[in-house]
């Protein structure tokens, strides 16, 4: 720990870790206690697959017909949304469950960018960078693509919390008192597409699973409120993100492994500690 501490002050990579970890925090904490509490856990790993038919097909067209503007990250945007915006619509209008839609979509989006990876020449490297990002190789860039991303959501969550939360909870009550409960769950999945994405190119899918589950696991044990739930949940992620730097630097252990082993602890730990003084009450 204090190996940790002492090359913090000195080490740029470390400093954008710790960073990156903060601002990855705000926008897991707030997406995250949507996802859960509308149940739509899947969602993220479900994108983070079908995102690679667009990833595989952005860097088709980027080494096939040399339209060099078009990177993977793009195309995992884009993927990305039209997922979130197919999810939502098969779930309003066709009344199916999400869960449904988003395994569609994952098999197909797997096997679209198998295809298109397999028509372009050369070794695909980018896109397992893409797929597992690694929190201690995070650029300056990816510190102002994360802090616009927490704007968005930061403010998208002061401007819509209401009607968020009737989607969540009550979305055909919502929709009998006039509220466009379409316009608001395709907002919804388009900023938790959004973030699905753009962390996982940074920090990797697996880390961004856990930190959209976990921390609002543990927060819903203990809060009543949507916004507690929030901010309690912030604050987890951004302890855990930091725990994990410091307790994998010394050791020279995997950061996202490490963060994830500690969330999941703790998320055990919470829900024993919850059982015990249910029992003990009762």
């Known amino acids: 720990m204090s190996e940790f501490l002492t090359d913090l002050q000195h080490y740029v990579f470390l400093q954008n870790a710790l960073l990156t970890g903060v601002l990855a925090s705000v926008a897991c904490g707030i997406i995250g206690t949507y996802v859960v509490v509308r149940r739509i ?46 999810i939502g619509l098969v779930s309003l209008r066709a009344k199916q469950r999400e869960d449904t839609a988003i395994s569609a979509l994952w098999a197909i989006g797997m096997a679209v960018g198998i295809i298109f990876i397999s028509r372009t020449p050369g070794y695909n490297e980018d896109l397992m960078g893409y797929l597992f990002g690694n929190i201690l190789m995070v650029s300056t860039s990816d510190l102002w693509m994360l802090a616009g991303l927490d704007a968005l959501i930061v403010i998208s969550g002061l401007l819509f919390y209401n009607q968020f939360l009737a989607v969540c909870f009550d979305q055909e009550f919502a929709g009998l008192r006039g509220l466009r409960v379409e316009v608001f769950y395709l907002l919804l999945l388009g900023l938790a597409a959004l973030t699905v994405v753009l962390l996982s190119t940074v920090v990797g899918i697996v880390m961004v699973v856990a930190m959209l589950t976990l921390p609002i696991g543990i927060a819903a044990l203990f809060c009543r409120s949507l916004w507690g739930m929030m901010v309690i949940s912030t604050i987890l992620c951004a302890t855990f993100t930091t725990c994990g730097l410091a307790v994998s630097y010394g050791p020279d252990y995997p950061a996202g492994a490490t963060t994830i082993i500690l969330a999941g602890a703790a998320y055990l730990a919470a829900i024993m500690a919850k059982w015990a003084v249910s029992r003990f009450r009762g």
Not at 41 to 63: E, F, K, P
Not at 65 to 74: D, E, F, K, M, R
Not at 77 to 83: K, M, P, R
């Open 41 to 86: 856990s899947y969602i993220a790993d479900g994108i983070a697959h079908t995102v690679l038919g667009g990833m595989g097909a952005a860097l088709y067209l980027n080494r096939v017909y040399h339209w060099h503007g078009v990177i993977p990250l793009y195309g995992a945007l884009v993927a990305a949304l039209i997922a979130a915006v197919i």
